[in-house]
């Protein structure tokens, strides 16, 4: 790299009217996009590089180029998304990476699945919306396929882009089925970031600027049942109702924290005892991420409502939704209209949802995880032992494992020097206590391999 990307031109114009040049902005963007890749020139990938940077500074938010190793670790040469494959993410410029952040779950099946692309792309050619009006093949296929894979007598659903809006979703469900309002979720537990799932959140850096949220959120420590029965009878003491216990599975964003054994099957009984419904939040858990196909699976617990996101869509088009009992589902019915979306569950995200299932089955990426996961725990943990000082945990279950550091700074340091030996993982600047390692759960085992040798070179190096 001799060209600088990431040096602001001073000439552009960032605001203003300009009618003219945002057709030909468009245009420009959409030429490069149809253009195979093999004659994409060295000129156009530095424009593609250095308007991008530019365009984050100027459109986005220059918050994200101080903070992304991306821009950070690169110098001048900040690292732009172009394409990928499997597990291999290559940038406009052509670096390569091993991908083990996997889009924080999003790439369970691997980056551009041929099977899963291969059914989006035939649907796009068919019908790459719904009429609004007529009744939709594959959102009653996919809804069908999700209730025979889903534990208990999970039935009926409803899909939509985003894990909040599942989130969001099945809050309102739980309220109109128990007529009550309140909600027990948990310390550090993430849930998503619009108003109605954050009012879940376990953290307050993402709430407190934003109160008051939704009313009569408790949120308890994760892992302890009595916290959540306690909660629950505080709440009924003081006049209070609770509509719904909304938890991970294992917590995910909180850095791949599982709880006790005892833990889902308690808060089954709990929530039978009390009439309060368990949501079990399954966004970054569910489709194989924990070496089960849901994360409840490791408990054998039914939830009453379930949440889907991240990997639905196969790691192909953004897609989440959320499941529940007929006998629940029932209050949806009198009023279908109480919760509609226009682009949710929309034929291409069904299409890669319903291949992305036939992946995850045929592949058997749930057996995928648990083995491999297994695995990069056991040579992570001989790490720990040859390098003291340098990690303090290895966590998880199936490939949603935590790697947890002394303290921020060495956790930037491995980031760091993983991400300048073509290893692409978490771990911001300001956030690398705990790195999240979630590779596609077909990752080959020759490409994990190379990833611990990079991980060892890089302790090796900071001992
Ligand atoms: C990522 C995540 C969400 C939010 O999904 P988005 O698609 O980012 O809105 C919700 N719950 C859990 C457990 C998640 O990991």
């Given at each position: 790299?001799t ?17 003219a040049?945002a ?6 963007m959409?030429d490069?996009?149809?253009?195979p ?10 424009w593609?590089?250095?308007?991008t940077?530019?365009n984050?500074?100027?459109h ?9 190793k991306?821009?950070?670790e690169?110098k001048?040469?900040?690292?732009t ?12 410029m ?10 924080f ?13 291969a059914?989006?792309?035939?649907q ?11 009744l939709?093949p594959?959102r ?17 659903g ?6 909040t ?6 809050m ?6 128990t ?10 537990g993430?849930?998503?970031?619009s ?6 959140l ?9 109160l ?6 408790r949120q ?8 959540v ?10 006049g ?5 216990v909304?938890?991970e ?10 709880p ?6 308690r ?5 039978d ?8 939040d ?9 070496g089960?196909?849901f994360?409840?699976?490791h ?5 009453d409502?379930?949440c889907?996101?991240k990997?639905?869509?196969?790691g ?8 529940s ?8 019915e ?17 299409a890669?949802?319903?291949a992305?299932?036939?992946?995850l ?6 057996g ?6 297994e ?7 001989a ?11 290895i ?5 949603l494992l ?16 993983l991400?300048?030996r ?6 911001t600047?300001?956030n ?15 490409l ?6 990079r ?8 001992e």
């Amino acid at each position: 790299m001799t060209k600088a990307i990431n040096t602001p031109t001073t000439n552009t114009i960032p605001s203003g009217r300009n009618i003219a040049e945002a057709l030909s902005e468009a245009q420009k963007m959409v030429d490069l996009i149809k253009t195979p890749e093999a004659e994409v020139t060295d000129e156009e990938r530095f424009w593609i590089a250095k308007s991008t940077y530019q365009n984050f500074a100027d459109h986005l938010n220059k918050g994200f180029l101080e903070y992304r190793k991306s821009v950070t670790e690169t110098k001048d040469a900040a690292l732009t998304d172009w394409r990928g494959e499997g597990s291999v993410l290559q940038d406009v410029m052509g670096r390569e990476y091993i991908d083990i952040l996997g889009g924080f779950g999003l790439y369970s099946p691997g980056i551009r699945h041929p099977k899963i692309v291969a059914a989006a792309k035939a649907q796009l050619d068919r019908s790459p919306q719904y009429s609004q009006e007529m009744l939709d093949p594959l959102r009653a296929q996919l809804a069908k396929v999700i209730a025979k894979l889903t534990p208990g007598d999970i039935q009926y659903g409803f899909f939509a882009n985003s894990g909040t809006e599942a989130v969001d979703g099945a809050m309102k469900l739980a309220k109109l089925y128990t007529g009550k309002s309140g909600f027990i979720s948990t310390l550090k537990g993430f849930h998503g970031k619009s108003l109605g799932a954050l009012s879940l959140l376990g953290k307050a850096v993402y709430r407190k600027p934003l109160l008051p949220l939704l009313n009569g959120v408790r949120q308890v420590p994760f892992g302890d049942a009595d916290a959540v029965e306690q909660s629950i009878r505080h709440a009924l003491e003081v006049g209070d109702d609770i509509a719904g216990v909304i938890v991970e599975p294992i917590q995910g964003e909180a850095g791949a924290i599982e709880p006790p054994d005892d833990y889902w099957p308690r808060l089954r009984q709990i929530c039978d005892k009390y009439e309060v419904l368990l949501i079990a939040d399954e966004v970054q858990t569910g489709f194989g991420r924990t070496g089960k196909i849901f994360g409840v699976d490791h408990w054998g617990v039914a939830p009453d409502i379930m949440c889907f996101g991240k990997a639905l869509g196969g790691g192909v088009i953004a897609m989440s939704g959320f499941f529940s009992t007929a006998k629940i589902w029932k209050c949806m019915e009198p009023n279908p209209f109480m919760h509609t979306t226009t682009t949710g569950g929309n034929p291409i995200a069904c299409a890669a949802a319903l291949a992305q299932v036939t992946v995850l089955l045929e592949e058997d990426l749930a057996g995928q995880a648990a083995e491999k996961g297994e695995y990069i725990k056991t040579r992570i943990s001989a790490m720990k032992e040859k390098y003291p000082g340098l990690i303090s945990e290895i966590r998880g279950r199936g490939l949603l494992l935590g790697l947890e550091f002394p303290d921020d700074e060495i956790g930037y340091k491995v980031a760091a020097g993983l991400f300048s030996r073509g290893v692409l993982t978490a771990g911001t600047l300001n956030n690398a206590k705990t790195i999240r390692i979630e590779p596609a759960l077909n990752i080959p085992y020759t490409l994990i391999d190379e990833v611990l040798e990079r991980l060892e070179d890089t302790l090796k190096n900071l001992e």
